[in-house]
């Protein structure tokens, strides 16, 4: 259950796009199409962004992308806003009914 | 609409127990699957354990042993029973909804409850 990887940092100015790698393993990332991102604004509870690897929950904006290639997927966030700024988290299920996150990722909108 | 509510959260020394609760409402516990999410200060999300509608419960290796899920049907509560704690657990614990449909993704959260292992 080792978590996985993601960049500690990322940054962009406001309308430019990013993108935030997760690299897992083949027990996780790799073996199952069960990856999501969450959203987290200082001292507030994550939020679902995106699930099942690219799928978008209603009320997110279509901003916000995913993929998946091999054990690393990724959450790409076009036209930066403000609000974006924030703390994002991956997880995957890492199979025997377990999940693991990835260490996080805080963004910064210049 | 789907609220999660945590209590219980407090300072405790290590190798005592405490016992976590969270008040669902919008759904029932007993249909869903719920997890108990935790982080400590200032790092990230650590998946900790889940109770299944069947009832079947799974847990992190980190807690395995120590830490037991469970649920009250009755109030549509979830609880999270921690033993022999230590310092290393100390975090804001999060109890978290696997929405239907949603392919084992976190869809409601609650605001977390804070827990802090110190002698």
């Known amino acids: 259950q080792s978590a996985l990887t993601q960049p500690a940092s990322v940054s962009g100015s406001p309308g430019q796009s990013i993108t935030i790698s997760c690299t897992g393993s083949g027990s996780d990332i790799g073996s199952y199409t069960l990856v999501s991102w969450y959203q987290q604004h200082p001292g507030k509870a994550p939020k679902l962004m995106i699930y099942?690897?690219?799928k978008r929950p209603s009320g997110v904006s279509n901003r916000f992308s995913g993929s998946k290639s091999g054990n690393t997927a990724s959450l790409t966030i076009s036209g930066l806003q403000a609000e974006d700024e924030a703390d994002y988290y991956c997880?995957?299920?890492?199979?025997?009914?377990?999940?693991?996150f990835g260490g996080g990722t805080k963004l910064t909108v210049l | 609409e789907v609220q999660l509510v945590e209590s219980g959260g407090g300072l405790i020394q290590p190798g005592g127990s405490l016992r976590l609760s969270c008040a669902a409402s919008g759904f029932t516990v007993s249909d869903s699957y719920v997890s108990w999410v935790r982080q400590a200060p200032g790092k990230g999300l650590e998946w900790i354990s889940v109770?299944?509608?069947?009832?079947?419960?799974h847990y992190a290796d980190s807690v395995k042993g120590r830490f037991t899920i469970s649920r009250d049907t009755s109030k549509n509560m979830l609880y999270l029973q921690m033993d022999s704690l230590r310092v290393d657990d100390t975090a804001v614990y999060y109890c978290a909804r696997e929405g239907w449909g949603f392919g084992e993704a976190f869809d409601s959260w609650g605001q977390g409850t804070l827990v802090t292992v110190a002698s």
């Open positions: 099942e690897v690219s």
């Open positions: 997880c995957s299920y890492a199979g025997r009914s377990t999940k693991v």
């Open positions: 109770i299944y509608s069947s009832g079947s419960t």
